[in-house]
């Protein structure tokens, strides 16, 4: 096995699995099962016959004619093709959706309680049935949009799995470990970790418990670093501590029939077939699923005066076609150091021309410490006013500014679109997570406004 500009790590997470991942975004890799070495063709893409007897199956995540730095394909080695299945038909959607019109706009501010997770003794619920859509906006069929989505289960996929043809999950798990299965081969992702499983991938989720998590789904493009400007050649989220699995395949019938769910055109439909989709035995390519560690992002801050702008912390961007303007990013809000002077340190207040969904992974975030709390969720939507609430602004307002460690033990988050996001009934009435009380926390604020005041001598310009 090789691939370029990389190299291996093993990581052993359980007694009975090891996992193997290649390091790298973007890079051009090559895999194949150490069972079966050889199992790339040499040299070529479809040979007249594939060694070991294998299918060649091109996956493209871009039209073929996209510039090289943007296009994206992979080639897959497998013991069956996927176009051998049953018809797809319509299956029941459950809460997930991209009717963006099924309850009429609300511009409030809002924040969610941990959402619910169904309790096993009660009801199995894997990762599909699991799916809860709280915002978006666009349209898949048009390839232009965003949906935001919570997934809440406790029970692992069985004979079955997953393929969205509509765009790209970034998934953040909150509470639980996945056992992501892909064709690729596996990952396994924890809390404070992300992956990311693009349009048209198969996988499927093992849980081990109650487990929820955040997904962002972009329509249209690809999540890509962003650019780093005069921060120069190194900061942020570094390329090499990104990870896409090894090939691993099995050969497996079921006689019973194996589920394939696709998301089609913001619906889903399924497919029976009898085998599993996961006999992918080498690929190359660069189109892949990958992950990432929160704990190795570079953090970046003021270490002068003033509180920078979000952007500074961006992990990942789906680009518009207006530069500078993204579809979404993600933003996160790691531990770091606070040593700004004569500087309100925390989030200033903000009316913003984009839509900000904010997640907490785990800790307490350092603009609002109560109401706001792991598993749930706030939206601020495209102008809407928010910002510190009263105890965060007269704490900070007074406080003593010696250097200090910021977010400590914390991870939140922000999904940020330039779309303007419509809210689902399910988030705003059937969940029951709804907090309508969120307003009450900037009620306290009060007027410091002194007419009296005056400048100090040394801050006043002299004018003849």
């Known amino acids: ?87 797809f038909t319509p299956v029941y959607c459950g809460n997930i959706t991209e009717s963006w019109n099924e309850v009429e706009p609300d511009p409030n501010q809002l924040r969610w309680l941990p959402f619910t997770i169904p309790k096993s003794l009660d009801k199995k619920v894997d990762f599909v049935s699991g799916l809860n859509t709280i915002c978006g906006a666009g349209d898949a069929k ?18 079955r799995c997953f393929n969205n043809s509509d765009g790209d999950f970034l998934i953040v798990p909150q509470q639980g470990n996945l056992l992501i299965t892909t064709e690729f081969g596996k990952m396994m992702v924890e809390p404070n970790e992300i992956c990311v499983i693009q349009q048209g991938m198969r996988f499927t989720v093992d849980v081990y418990g109650e487990t929820r998590g955040y997904i962002l789904e972009v329509y249209g493009a690809h999540f890509e670093l962003p650019d780093l400007g005069p921060i120069g050649a190194n900061g ?57 560690n929160l704990e190795k992002f570079m953090a970046i801050n003021a270490v002068a005066f003033d509180h920078a702008d979000p952007s500074i912390f961006t992990v990942l961007t789906a ?18 150091w606070g040593v700004a002077e004569n500087t309100f340190r925390p989030p200033y207040y903000h009316r913003n021309c984009m839509s900000e969904f904010m997640g907490l992974i785990k800790g307490h975030y350092e603009a609002k410490e109560e109401g706001f709390l792991p598993g749930g969720g706030s939206l601020h939507s495209m102008m809407t006013p928010h910002g510190p609430d009263a105890y965060c602004f ?6 003593d500014l010696e250097p200090e460690r910021v977010a400590e033990g914390t991870m939140a988050f922000m999904f940020e679109s330039s779309f303007s996001m419509a809210v689902t009934k399910w988030a705003l009435e059937t969940c029951q997570r709804l907090d309508k009380t969120y307003y009450q ?10 007419p009296n005041f005056r400048p100090s001598h040394n801050l006043v310009k002299e004018i003849d």
Not at 143 to 153: A, L, S
Not at 441 to 450: D, K, Q, T
Request: charged letters at 15%.
């Open 1 to 87: 096995m090789e691939h370029f500009s990389s190299h291996f790590e093993l990581v052993s997470l359980t007694s009975v699995c090891l996992f193997q991942y290649m390091s790298g975004f973007g890079n051009e890799f090559s895999s194949e099962d150490p069972r079966c070495p050889g199992a790339l063709p040499d040299g070529q893409n479809n040979p007249q016959v594939c060694p070991y007897g294998l299918y060649a199956e091109q996956l493209s995540g871009s039209a073929f004619t996209c510039p090289r730095p943007t296009n994206k394909r992979s080639w897959l080695y497998r013991i069956l093709p996927s176009v051998k299945h049953k018809p």
């Open 142 to 159: 048009s390839r232009n949009g965003i949906g935001i989505h919570m997934y809440t289960c406790n029970t692992s996929m069985t004979d």
């Open 236 to 292: 942020l989220a570094n390329p090499r501590d990104f990870q896409c699995p090894a090939a691993w395949y099995e050969d497996r019938t079921v006689h019973t029939g194996y589920t394939v769910i696709n998301k089609y055109q913001g619906k889903l439909f399924s497919c029976q077939q009898d085998f599993s989709p996961f006999n992918v035995v080498a690929w190359h390519g660069n189109y892949t699923p990958y992950k990432y």
């Open 319 to 336: 680009k518009s076609t207006r530069p500078g303007v993204a579809i979404a990013d993600f933003v996160i809000f790691p531990p770091r």
């Open 394 to 399: 007269e704490k900070n307002s007074m406080a």
């Open 441 to 450: 926390c900037w009620e306290p604020l009060r007027s410091h406004f002194n």
